[in-house]
């Protein structure tokens, strides 16, 4: 299966929320119980079909600890998604993600984003409630999820879900350019 487009995007959020996890449970349906603080960041691709279009997810997995916030800004730029992840057995890392929020800042308005709340293997100990979770991505114009990287409850979704809407994203702005075009071409014509 070849790829007919190339979609790049990233994962931010706090250390040990499950963000390798998550991409290695999508991209190799593989789940380490003690996997490794990622250091800087790291790469995956998974091929996927969406409307009869194969994509090729280029999936960017970045450190949470605060040293390497330079280079996630740096990746920022050349993603066209972002997953924000949060531990739901961590209050600390939902609030976290305020501040991966302050460091994607200067992505447009209308980026393509999701949250997700991570481990729901681990209901029993939850500590961020769904509802306050909802009501803060809806504020932020995300859309939540919740999952599992270790029993690989909806993982698929969300990474099918995110390039959907980077795909309806790059629609609109071909669509708002190609107006653009023709509203400059027409505004040249009525001036002559």
Request: net charge neutral; hydrophobic share 35%.
């Amino acid at each position: 299966m070849e790829h007919q487009l190339i979609i790049k995007l990233i994962l931010l959020g706090d250390s040990g929320v499950g963000k390798t996890s998550l991409t290695k449970k999508f991209a190799l349906n593989d789940f380490e119980e003690n996997s490794i603080s990622t250091i800087g960041v790291d790469y995956a691709k998974k091929n996927i079909e969406i409307n009869g279009i194969i994509i090729q997810l280029n999936i960017m997995d970045t450190s949470g600890q605060e040293r390497y916030q330079s280079i996630s800004k740096s990746v920022i730029r050349n993603a066209e998604g972002i997953i924000f992840v949060f531990d739901i057995t961590n209050e600390d890392t939902f609030q976290g993600i305020k501040k991966w929020l302050m460091t994607s800042f200067d992505i447009k308005e209308n980026f393509p984003k999701i949250l997700v709340g991570n481990k729901l293997d681990l209901e029993e100990k939850r500590k961020v409630d769904k509802e306050r979770a909802n009501e803060f991505s809806s504020k932020e114009n995300m859309e939540y999820f919740e999952a599992s990287a270790k029993n690989g409850s909806n993982v698929e979704i969300i990474f099918k879900e995110i390039a959907r809407l980077i795909l309806a994203n790059q629609k609109k702005e071909e669509e708002n350019k190609n107006f653009n075009l023709n509203s400059n071409k027409k505004g040249k014509k009525d001036k002559c």
